[in-house]
């Protein structure tokens, strides 16, 4: 059974950090991008970042460059997304997902994305 868990998520104030983690089970990511997106209510889906497990390539959405950090883990078969300089445009429901092997880079699109976390929540209070 596939999962990816997130955790990380929280209630913080404005110029905060958060750290994000996805543990992927039951799915080989070795030739897959994972990517984190967030969503807010009444709008679409949006890719965050991304990065290519074996090559570790990254992808930022303008919003949050110079701010977010992607990486992963090998070792631990996470990826973490580090959120720095917060603000109120950040809060919403952050989940982690995997690209199909040998996709498009970067693919910004939710619908070319096989498998989801189950989201964790963040707010960022002003």
Known sequence: QVQLVESGGGLVQT????RLSCAPSGLT???SAMGWFRQTPGKERELV???RWVS???YY???VKGRFT?????AKNTVYLQMNSLTPEDTAVYYCAADRPYG????VRPSKYDYWGQGTQVTVSS
Request: proline share 4%.
């Open 15 to 18: 110029g905060d950090s958060l």
């Open 29 to 31: 990511v070795t030739n």
């Open 49 to 51: 970042a991304a990065i």
């Open 56 to 58: 570790g390539s990254t």
């Open 61 to 63: 959405a303008d919003a």
């Open 70 to 74: 992607i990486s992963r883990d090998n």
């Open 104 to 107: 498009h880079w970067p693919e």
